[in-house]
């Protein structure tokens, strides 16, 4: 398979959420099948539709020759080496990973849609992600930074 670059949302708001975040980031680094290209500096922000501290978010670019199935099931074997449990939508989180953009596919399956439906509605990612890939555009939707000015409300500082 060819490789692909792929973006992964990273966030965490229970334990150690900083040290979650940078842990989360090195297995990236190690992923079987995947290389760290690049991670956002980490931010800080207010949970949106969810309870609990303020979350720390980053994003990872890697480069991957994993199907997005097998690299979502990554993300989650991640997910759980720190204990995430999914008692209910958008419960606080000892770690989060989302499959963000895979190349410029649109995948739209029963485990997974690609673009993430709320990348363009989150500061937490689309800044991070902006960060990362200035010019970037998420198919079917256009441009990222056109994206910004709906998110300006939302709060987000940089670490």
Known sequence: MAQVTAYIGIGANLGDARANVADAIARLAHLPGATLV???ASYRTAPIDSSGDDYINAVARITTTLPAEA???ALHAIEAAHG????Y???PRTLDLDLL???A????STTLTVPHPR???RAFVLVPLLELAPAITVPGKGAASD???GVAGQAISRL
Do not use: K, M, V, W
């Not at 596919?105 to 739209?108: D, H, K, P, V």
């Open 89 to 91: 939508r958008n419960a």
């Open 101 to 103: 953009l895979y190349g």
């Open 105 to 108: 596919e649109q995948i739209a």
């Open 84 to 87: 995430r449990e999914r008692p």
């Open 38 to 40: 690049a991670a956002s």
């Open 71 to 73: 690299l979502l099931l």
């Open 119 to 121: 990348l363009t509605e």
């Open 147 to 149: 994206y910004l000015a």
